[in-house]
């Protein structure tokens, strides 16, 4: 595994346990030589992780849209801040450099970022492995929500098993290195899915 895509928050949260497990997670990419790949934002757990990362040695690529550039403040300290013209752009980019996605905690759009990989995947657009990382039960309820559309019927068992969970940075990153690419039916056959990829 040679990056790895985080998904997180502009804003830092409210407990200084966000903070903490980002710094975690930066400094164990970086020891492992694991690229970090982000929004390019220079602030809130964005901030946070990058910094982490490039302060351990680590490799860092920021995607961000223009219109963020100002707004969350591209980060002008990363290996490379690729500016995209918008929020489509961005995600595709960020997919593309990617051998995995992490969501930690964070907003509306951290929660649109990480279905999205999770639809493309169900649907065979990619086979990389996505978790969530879930700091102080962040994503409890998330979970829970994500469980009870399997038992009603609209999400089947084995896509369910698409998106990891743990407390732990750390664990998170080994299990990806344990995933198996094409080990779950997806909704697509692989040679149509080829010709469909974002």
Known sequence: ?????????ASAG???????????LGRNLAEQHIAL???GGNVGLMGT????VMQHGGEVTGVIPT??????IGHAGLTRLHIVKDMHERKALMA?????????????????ELFEVMTWSQLGFHDKPIGLLNVEGFYDGLISFV????????????????????????????????????RIEKLLPARAASTLLP
């Not at 098993?161 to 344990?178: C, P, Q, V, Y």
């Open 37 to 39: 790949v982000y929004g």
């Open 1 to 9: 595994m040679q990056s790895v895509c985080v998904y997180c928050g």
């Open 49 to 52: 992780i990058a910094d982490e």
């Open 96 to 112: 593309e450099l990617s051998d995995g996605f992490i969501a930690m905690p964070g907003g509306m759009g951290t929660m649109e």
């Open 67 to 72: 219109a963020l550039l100002n707004k969350e």
């Open 147 to 182: 469980d009870h559309t399997v038992r009603q019927g609209f999400l089947r068992a084995n896509h369910r098993e698409l998106m990891m969970d743990d407390t732990d940075g750390a664990r998170l990153i080994a299990r990806f290195k344990e995933w198996v690419p094409g």
């Open 14 to 24: 409210n407990l200084p346990a966000y903070a903490e497990a980002a710094r975690a």
